[in-house]
């Protein structure tokens, strides 16, 4: 294992809306992490999928971190304009065999696969080359058979046998667009990220990113996943659940009840303070070891969502 020197963590929004309660937690554990051990935190925009990118959503989350405080190091990374860098990973998995193409349509994989906590398991078909007539649409990543193993900071031990919990995974999709995890991978990898503290809905994710880690020859950073704010219905707040966005004039009682959330007990007061002040007790009080064992706490309810 690589010796860390340094502490570089990161918070990686998609645009896809305003930020809201859970992403605040989000960034304020991250964000907390790293200034509690003197390091460095950066901010990059996860718009790799186009499509789902909300007109001028990017600004107003970069505004919202802004006015709650949580400045960043460096320059904002976008990964909308990292393709060559992306292109040159899925060069080197191919040279290396690591990488096929793919020519079966999403409803094959759905018809023939298993589902799996990442989706539909993919069964293997164009694993030892495409079948005679098909066309290769997208390119998958070879699993290795072994167990990927990792120690995360409030989860514990974990282990996922990756060919049978998630199978060959997409890494260019059909439509040309890198997928996600090759993304994250290669934009964490290049940064030299250390440390990701991040929602425990990205905790599966874990095990096929470790996998592209080592198939390219990438450090794995220290893993910490954080609860999941749930609204009443017991689903994680988002732009689909109707999140309430965070209000930029007022940002001290949304900060803490994110520290509330995060189990770390700030005094009522900070409620009244400016985000600095609520900020600076908070890093000299940090401590890991107090969030909530549960993978799902119930978010603030004037922040869960707003009515239709
Ligand atoms: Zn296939």
């Not at 094959?108 to 098909?134: H, K, M, N």
């Amino acid at each position: 294992m690589p010796q860390y020197t340094a502490y570089l963590g990161r918070f990686a929004p998609s645009p896809t809306g305003p930020l809201h309660f859970g992403s605040l937690v989000a960034a304020v554990g991250s964000w907390l992490d790293a200034r509690a051990q003197g390091g460095q935190w950066a901010v990059r925009i996860d718009d790799v999928d186009r499509g789902r990118v909300a007109r001028g959503a990017c600004d107003d989350i970069l505004r919202t971190l802004e006015a709650f405080g949580l400045d960043w190091d460096g320059e904002i990374a976008y990964q909308s304009q990292r393709d060559p860098s992306y292109e040159q990973a899925l060069e080197a998995l191919r040279a290396a065999d690591r990488a096929f193409p793919c020519g079966c349509t999403r409803r094959e994989v759905q018809a023939s696969g298993q589902a799996g906590p990442l989706g539909f398991i993919y069964p293997g078909t164009c694993r030892e080359g495409l079948p005679p007539g098909r066309e290769a649409r997208s390119w998958r990543l070879r699993a290795h058979s072994g167990t990927i193993r990792f120690r995360d900071r409030a989860r514990g031990q974990q282990l996922i046998h990756l060919p049978d919990e998630v199978g060959d995974f997409i890494i260019r999709r059909g439509d040309g667009l890198f997928a996600y995890h090759l993304a994250m991978v290669v934009d964490d990898a290049e940064l030299g990220v250390t440390d990701v503290v991040r929602g425990g809905d990205l905790l599966p994710c874990t095990a096929p990113q470790i996998a592209l880690q080592q198939a390219l020859g990438a450090a794995t950073p220290r893993y910490m996943h954080l609860p999941v704010a749930i609204n009443d219905q017991g689903r994680k707040l988002s732009k689909q659940t109707k999140a309430v966005a965070l209000d930029r004039s007022d940002p001290a009682p949304a900060l803490h009840d994110a520290l509330t959330f995060l189990g770390q007990h700030p005094p009522t007061w900070l409620r009244r303070e400016v985000p600095a002040q609520v900020l600076a007790w908070a890093v000299d009080q940090w401590q890991p070891e107090r969030l909530p064992a549960a993978a799902t706490v119930p978010a603030p309810v004037e922040l869960r969502s707003v009515a239709d």
